[in-house]
């Protein structure tokens, strides 16, 4: 079977603070439909390369090319405006507007009146916002916010989803529920998703790349990550 | 869509304004109707900025620059073709394309919010220094004269396509309310528009609206200058109301007041602001012929009773009164139906 089209690559991609090197000469390839996570302690570059890909920083140093187009340092927009859907690590909406306005600014970006409509109509059944789609999003509960935004990356269909830390402060429930639609949406578009909840990753992963010291250390399963002494002792701080 | 208003509401008080308009001659006395005209040009001041800061979230402390470019440029092209018609529009563009330039170099660098205010109330004040400095005979533009600190003089409006046939007072009245319901029901279906409410999540969310692939810069350059145009076209009909436009079209004062009317109005409202213009302008000229209280103490203290106490301002105050209200009814109605059914249910 021929290999899938690499739809995102960094080419020795580095991010310097100063003297601190957040990212440090990443060669990253994403394929289409693949499902990637990005794991690893805090501070080891994750959230910083996640940016780089999604023009909330510009590289110091390196390229960041999507489906052949370099958009190395270009605006957030034009990454976006590519059909490219984004989840920031801090649930990052409108609040002063109800959740269902927060799925159509989404979904109207892509599509005409009638059919962004119709969109939102299908994001609140399958992500169940019905009770919420008409309160304002700056009223709600962590998790409901967290759920609003992946309705907001689901609404507008993009072909490549960039998901930093979805799970983060959910309920098991939602944690599950929020696995579950990752795996739908993995069916018609490639991911990339930052996350430190294991059972999360366990859920939702084929291949794992764990961050180090800026750097990509190892790239597996999950399985062959969690068995390797050298990524435990990065990932737990210990030797085990 | 409930944040962002409906287009019904505004066609309704747009009907209500057209009840006014017909009934006002026989209500006001005729020296009022005439100063009716130059509020009327203020108000749409007010409208432009409602839309900009109110809907746009962008604080644009110098809006008067935009309102007085429409003045001067209006006055200007008056004399010059000998008509009206053309001239407005002349007037309306004259401020758009200046804001869409500012703004080109304002949004596309970056310049933070707090700077923008700075930076439009600087032009404005430029502006004002600049135009006082013209009253020398050489400082003309065509047939016009500037005029420096006493300004020039802006002609009356006449009937399209004819120069010579003028429109009395009553008649510019007419035509000054018929654009300011325009302009009020142009901004109201804008903000209904993807556009609109575009603009409205770039107020909100400006880092999520960009995230979602929407480029700010651009949605903000077009709403500024857009609202400039509305500025501009205030302008128009307050210097036909004031019969010649000054430089102190462009002060301080001028620019404070504009923000006062926003702020009372309430400006997530497009009503509101044009409302508190006529209110406020009414007491302000009492309050100045009285000569018993300082207008500009009163107007100050009326400010910051607002910020204080209706932060929000009055229409969405009142608003949000009856929002309650219906809210409570609905629940207790809501909840009177399930005790019924409770009641038959067990009996």
């Known amino acids: 079977m021929a290999r899938r089209e690499v739809v995102l690559e960094t080419r020795n991609l580095s991010m310097h603070f100063g003297g601190v090197r957040a990212v440090d000469n990443v060669d990253f390839e994403l394929r289409e439909k693949e499902l990637r996570c990005l794991i690893g302690p805090n501070g080891a570059g994750k959230s910083t390369f996640f940016k780089c890909l999604t023009g909330q920083l510009t590289p110091t140093s390196g390229d960041v090319v999507i489906r052949d187009i370099p958009m190395t340092g270009r605006e957030p927009h034009a990454i976006a405006g590519l059909g490219v859907g984004i989840k920031t690590q801090v649930p990052n909406l409108f609040d002063g507007l109800s959740a269902y306005e927060n799925l159509w600014l989404s979904a109207r970006r892509w599509h005409g009146d009638k059919r962004a409509s119709q969109l939102v109509k299908e994001t609140i059944e399958r992500l169940e916002l019905g009770e919420i789609c008409s309160a304002t999003v700056g009223s709600l509960a962590h998790g409901q916010r967290q759920m609003v935004e992946l309705g907001m990356v689901v609404a507008a269909e993009p072909w490549l989803v960039l998901l930093d830390e979805p799970a983060a402060g959910m309920t098991d429930e939602e944690t599950y529920k929020t696995a579950e639609l990752v795996r739908e949406i993995n069916k018609t578009s490639a991911l990339i998703v930052v996350e430190h909840d294991m059972n999360f990753i366990r859920a939702i992963s084929d291949i794992v790349t764990l961050f180090h010291q800026g750097s990509i250390f190892m790239e597996d399963t999950m399985d062959v990550i969690s068995a390797d002494p050298r990524a435990r002792e990065i990932y737990l701080g210990h030797k085990s | ?347």
């Not at chain 2, 007085?68 to 018609?85: D, H, L």
């Not at chain 2, 439009?120 to 500037?146: D, H, N, Q, W």
């Not at chain 2, 960009?210 to 810069?217: K, V």
Request: a positive charge.
């Open chain 2, 1 to 347: 869509m409930r944040l962002y208003g409906t287009f019904s509401g505004t066609l309704v008080v747009a009907g209500l304004a057209i009840i006014f308009t017909l009934l006002a001659p026989s209500i006001f006395e005729f020296f009022t109707i005439i100063t009716l005209t130059q509020v009327i040009g203020l108000s749409i001041l007010a409208l432009s900025l409602a839309l900009v800061w109110g809907f746009g979230g962008i604080l644009c402390f110098g809006q008067s620059a935009f309102f007085g470019i429409g003045a001067y440029a209006y006055s200007v092209a008056a004399v010059n073709i000998g008509g009206s018609t053309g001239a407005i529009f002349i007037a309306i563009l004259a401020a758009a394309i200046f804001a869409a330039i500012l703004g080109y170099f304002v949004f596309y660098g970056k310049v933070s919010d707090v700077y923008l205010a700075v930076i439009t109330l600087t032009v404005s004040l430029i502006l004002y220094s600049l135009m006082r400095r013209t009253s020398g005979p050489e400082y003309k533009i065509g047939k016009a004269l500037l005029g420096g600190f006493n300004g020039t003089g802006s002609p009356p409006l006449n009937v399209p396509g004819n120069g010579s046939a003028m429109l009395f007072p009553m008649q510019t009245f007419y035509v000054s309310m018929a654009v300011l319901i325009t302009a009020y029901v142009f901004t109201g279906w804008l903000v209904t528009t993807k556009f609109g409410r575009v603009c409205v999540s770039i107020r909100e969310n400006d880092v999520r609206t960009e995230l979602l692939g929407y480029d700010t810069r651009l949605y903000k350059l077009g709403l500024f200058s857009i609202s400039a145009g509305i500025a501009g076209l205030g302008g128009v009909f307050f210097c036909v109301g004031v019969t010649r436009v000054t430089p102190d079209v462009f002060s301080l004062g001028q620019s404070a007041l504009a923000i006062i009317w926003v702020i009372v109005g309430g400006r997530m409202t497009l009503i509101g602001p044009i409302l508190a213009t006529f209110v406020l302008y009414f007491l302000t000229s009492s309050l100045g012929s009285q000569q018993v209280f300082n207008a500009n103490l009163v107007l100050g203290i009326i400010l910051v009773i607002f910020v204080l106490l209706v932060p929000n301002g009055v229409v969405p105050t009142i608003a949000g009164w009856f929002e309650r209200r219906r809210t409570k009814r609905y629940i207790r109605q809501k909840e009177r139906r399930m005790k019924l059914r409770k009641h038959r249910a067990t009996g």
